[in-house]
DNA sequence: GTCTATATCCTGATAGAC
DNA sequence: GTCTATCAGGATATAGAC
């Protein structure tokens, strides 16, 4: 069984592919794109790789020939987020000379982007509880981020910009609590782009939702 | 096979236990909270029976004694959540005299407190995916709920407290996103007691982290 | 209430033919 | 590249002795 599928390509990026030859069957992009949104569908653990070659109408064995393990997928996967995470917070915060302000801004903005074009790779990330080697990495990476994150909210709170009623470590898992929720329900095809959502929550975490603080 | 299970109640009042007699053993209560805890930390999916009667001490088949099957513990913490939440959000708007905005506030408010107190229970139900009858209809309950706070802050907006130049919908996703992603870090015996989380999304909902909506 | 032993099925992963 | 057949182990759950 072939079902062709030349549906390649880097997942996300429209970029032209080289011209296939020979028998098309499917290639690495591709499985892994589809064995990630599995994955979020029905959580990684619930997820089987019958599943996941049913999914792909391809027999185990066939399956096995395109991916080494299901733990590789899951890496593949955790690595694509945590990479554009990082690199986002490196641009965010790039110039040190700027205000904490501005850099905390910047960084919930480019997070949200991350999210929108990262969507199911980061959802993956979000949901890994720590199980096996790869899962265990993962997180360790993953909190190094939310440090350098917290460590900004720390900067505004003290340069005056952030309000200091509350510890800055509470405002900035809550505020980037906010962020990661929306993994949740958000849609790549959905009503809202990256841009309106990373303005949307900017303007709901920093002037509140309270009328009076509409401008 | 015991399992009986009209030992309802609401779960989570630390009532003082009434005095066993004879062989001690596990009392359901006390398994139910084991597996909870037990599948909030490796994913409910990820935890065997094996795992859990080690956890407890036993042997699977002992455990089999308690407990009528692994679905049975998911759908009693699941319902012990979803209660909670609904009395919660029940007693939040039920002056419907009252401004939309107070009863917006007090469901933000009740709904930290129910997630502090019924901490295991509503985390395991934040990451159901809808595998199998019991989640899915758990799911079923939860977007109700979710829709009832959708409407309350629709009318927050439509009498004017709520700033409406985000729409209603997103606002209520993202609001109960941040109080929703509480389940990720707090811990019962941690720094922040209900009030003092109830409190902290109050404010940086309601007004702001701008330092200038500081009160 | 707990145990050993077992039934039945499914898991991730492999071998080797085509 | 894909297949059928298979492996060793682990899953949920049960039977029946003590």
């Known amino acids: 069984m072939t079902w062709a599928g030349p549906d390649r390509k880097a997942s996300g990026v429209p970029a032209a592919d080289p011209p296939r ?28 790789m019958s599943d996941l070659a049913a999914e792909l109408g391809l027999s185990k064995s066939a399956l096995y020939h395109h991916v080494p393990s299901k733990a590789s997928l899951l890496q593949q996967a955790l690595d694509e987020a945590l990479d554009a ?18 850099r905390l801004k910047a960084a919930v903005r480019s ?17 890994v509880r ?8 993962a997180l360790r990476r993953r909190r190094a981020v939310d440090e350098r994150l917290t460590a900004l909210v ?6 005056g910009s952030v309000r200091a009623d509350l510890p800055p470590d509470l405002t900035g898992r809550l505020l980037f609590g906010m962020v990661n929720s929306l993994v949740e329900w958000v849609r790549p ?24 603080h509409e401008r």
Chains 1, 2 share one sequence.
């Open 111 to 127: 997070s949200v982007t991350v999210l929108m074009t990262h969507l199911p790779a980061v959802t993956l990330l979000l949901r």
């Open 21 to 48: 030859r020979g028998r098309p069957g499917y290639d690495q992009q591709t499985v892994l794109r589809r064995a990630v949104d599995l994955f979020n569908r029905q959580g990684y653990d619930a997820t089987s």
């Open 130 to 137: 720590g199980n096996g080697t790869v899962e265990v990495e």
């Open 154 to 159: 720390r900067e505004a709170v003290r340069e």
């Open 85 to 102: 995470l990082e690199l986002a917070l490196d641009a965010a915060s790039s110039d040190p000379g700027a205000p904490a302000y501005d």
């Open 189 to 212: 095809e959905g009503r809202y782009d990256a841009a309106a959502l990373a303005d949307a929550v900017s303007r709901l975490t920093f002037e509140g939702l309270d009328a009076r």
